[in-house]
T-cell receptor
Framework: DTEVTQTPKHLVMGMTNKKSLKCEQHMGHRAMYWYKQKAKKPPELMFVYSYEKLSINESVPSRFSPECPNSSLLNLHLHALQPEDSALYLC??????????FGQGTRLTVV | DQQVKQNSPSLSVQEGRISILNCDYTNSMFDYFLWYKKYPAEGPTFLISISSIKDKNEDGRFTVFLNKSAKHLSLHIVPSQPGDSAVYFCAARTGTASKLTFGTGTRLQVTL
C-alpha cells in the first residue's frame, strides 16, 4: 500500500463553519505533512509531524489546527476561515523525508 | 525569498525527443533534491531524487543532474512521451527538519 488517502476530495464551507480534513497512510511512515497550494503556485509547507509530534509550524494562522491522533492519521481542523484560504490542501508522508508521498488533495472553497 | 526557482514556466517538446527541465537554488544547506510530476487537481507524484553528494542519478527514462558549484539541477526525460505532459516541480530538502521547499513549476507539453 503506497497510498496517502485524503478525505473529502472537495469541501465548500462558510466563514463561520468548522470542518476537518483527514489524511491516512499505512506505509509506516513516521513523518506527515500538510501543504497548501494555490492556483499556479508551488505547494507551501504548513505543518510537519514527526513521530506524532508537531515539529514544524510555518507560522500558520490559528484558524488552522493540526492533529495527529496516531501514526497513520493526520487531521487539519478548520474554523473561521477566510475566502483567501481557498486552495488545494495536500497531505504527504515520508519515512526519511526523501521522496514524500502525496495524497490527491482536498479542494477547499471558502464562501 | 524564493530559494528554489524554475525559470521556465513552460516547455514544449516533440514526442521522442529529450525534455530538459531546469532548477536553480540558493540554499547551500539543502541535502536532497527531488522532482515531482503533477496533474491538475491531483497531488504531486515523486519521480526521482538526488543526494547533494552525487552529481547524477538515473531511473529509466529520467535522469537528474546536479551541479553543486552552480547550484543548478536538471531533469532529463528521454524519450519524451505524451503521457509526460504535466507540471514538473523541483523540490529541495532541508535535512534536519525533513522540510521540502518547492520551485514554481514548469509545465511540460509533449506534442505528437
Amino acid at each position: 500500500d503506497t497510498e496517502v488517502t485524503q478525505t473529502p476530495k472537495h469541501l465548500v464551507m462558510g466563514m463561520t463553519n468548522k470542518k476537518s480534513l483527514k489524511c491516512e497512510q499505512h506505509m509506516g511512515h513516521r513523518a506527515m505533512y500538510w501543504y497548501k497550494q494555490k492556483a499556479k503556485k508551488p505547494p507551501e509547507l504548513m505543518f510537519v509531524y514527526s513521530y506524532e509530534k508537531l515539529s514544524i509550524n510555518e507560522s500558520v494562522p490559528s484558524r488552522f489546527s493540526p492533529e495527529c491522533p496516531n501514526s497513520s492519521l493526520l487531521n487539519l481542523h478548520l474554523h473561521a476561515l477566510q475566502p483567501e484560504d481557498s486552495a488545494l490542501y495536500l497531505c504527504a508522508s515520508s519515512q526519511t523525508g526523501v521522496g514524500a508521498f502525496f495524497g490527491q488533495g482536498t479542494r477547499l472553497t471558502v464562501v | 525569498d524564493q530559494q528554489v526557482k524554475q525559470n521556465s514556466p513552460s516547455l514544449s517538446v516533440q514526442e521522442g525527443r529529450i525534455s530538459i527541465l531546469n532548477c536553480d537554488y540558493t540554499n547551500s544547506m539543502f541535502d536532497y533534491f527531488l522532482w515531482y510530476k503533477k496533474y491538475p487537481a491531483e497531488g504531486p507524484t515523486f519521480l526521482i531524487s538526488i543526494s547533494s553528494i552525487k552529481d547524477k542519478n538515473e531511473d529509466g527514462r529520467f535522469t537528474v543532474f546536479l551541479n553543486k558549484s552552480a547550484k543548478h539541477l536538471s531533469l532529463h526525460i528521454v524519450p519524451s512521451q505524451p503521457g509526460d505532459s504535466a507540471v514538473y516541480f523541483c523540490a529541495a530538502r532541508t535535512g534536519t527538519a525533513s522540510k521540502l521547499t518547492f520551485g514554481t513549476g514548469t509545465r511540460l507539453q509533449v506534442t505528437l
